[in-house]
């Protein structure tokens, strides 16, 4: 039998897993090809994004993870190629996943683009049953040591220089990562998007941009993004985000140079969580490398 803090371990993570079961970021609008494939090589350049994230600070075995991208187009052919890396901490589990993304665009109307995309994903999960201190060992346990599992998964994104709507299902394979008695408790389900943007151009030097991300996963309530950006000057960016019955959020951007790209952000829980925790973290750099007469003149939100 196995001890209450491995009992509670599990329910954390099970918590964890149907709350957000792919790894959860509010500046998604960044970081698009995490979720959506098709996003690969859309801004025109070669774009290399680095993310790290503490969740829930200051609660034990909360989510913690770091993630690196790099996607560009390929030549003038209509495609795009992406590759990411993720890292993600919870509890005594501990996950890998490296995707590989591919595009292929094709024009519209004279400002749209319609863009398709499949991802290939490699997943590595680990479960330290040290951490678990079981009251007798479980041999089945160890089965979850560096666990390979692959995955597939598609996307389809239209977009502008102002506009974009897209969905995607990163991963088609559901997997259940922890058995007992052939029932499934932590069970990597279908995880379903559904995002959306617009630029407003308030003045010259004021744009206005808000989004919504839609989330639907079986057996856990829908889950909705909504934010609201302001960019000054091309250069500096500020804005609120709400994740419905979640947390409340506030971000910040600034434009080092040409191809530099710095933002932070800072989610404040609004449930019962708020009083076992002091807010989530999030901080990111961009970096993209611009060929020449192929550069993006304004600086995008997405």
Avoid: C
């Avoid at 698009?32 to 350049?45: K, L, M, Q, W």
């Avoid at 600070?57 to 993720?86: C, E, K, W």
């Avoid at 509890?91 to 665009?105: K, V």
């Avoid at 479980?138 to 102002?162: E, R």
């Amino acid at each position: 039998m196995k001890t209450k803090l491995f009992s509670f371990v599990l329910m954390f993570t099970a918590m964890v897993s149907f709350a957000q079961q792919d790894a959860q970021f509010t500046q998604y609008m960044y970081n698009t090809i995490n979720i959506n494939p098709a996003y690969a090589g859309s801004r025109g350049v070669l774009s290399i994004f680095a993310l790290h994230r503490t969740q829930w600070v200051g609660l034990d075995g909360a989510p913690v993870t770091n993630t690196v991208s790099i996607n560009t187009p390929l030549n003038a052919n209509n495609l795009g190629l992406g590759i990411s890396v993720i890292n993600d901490k919870i509890g005594p589990t501990h996950e890998n996943t490296i995707s590989a993304d591919l595009s292929y665009t094709v024009p519209t109307s004279e400002t749209f683009k319609l863009s398709f995309g499949i991802k290939a994903t490699a997943n590595l999960f680990d479960l330290d049953v040290s951490r678990l201190n079981p009251a007798d060992d479980d041999p089945s346990l160890h089965d979850y040591s560096n666990k390979f599992t692959p995955n597939i998964g598609a996307g389809v994104y239209l977009h502008s220089d102002k506009a974009y709507v897209g969905f995607s299902v990163p991963n088609f394979i559901e997997t259940n990562r922890y058995d007992d008695n052939e029932i499934a408790i932590f069970k990597e389900k279908i995880n379903y998007y559904l995002i959306a943007g617009y630029v407003f151009d308030l003045t010259n030097d004021i744009k206005f941009k808000p989004a919504i991300l839609i989330k639907m996963v079986e057996g856990a309530p829908l889950q909705a993004d909504v934010s609201a950006n302001f960019m000054f000057n091309n250069k500096f960016v500020v804005g609120v985000a709400y994740r419905w019955s979640a947390a409340l959020s506030a971000m910040v951007g600034f434009q080092v140079s040409e191809g530099l790209y710095i933002g932070y952000g800072y989610d404040h829980e609004t449930t019962n969580l708020n009083h076992y925790n002091s807010g989530s973290h999030e901080i990111f750099l961009r970096y993209e490398l611009f060929k020449n007469n192929n550069k993006i003149i304004t600086p995008r939100f997405f």
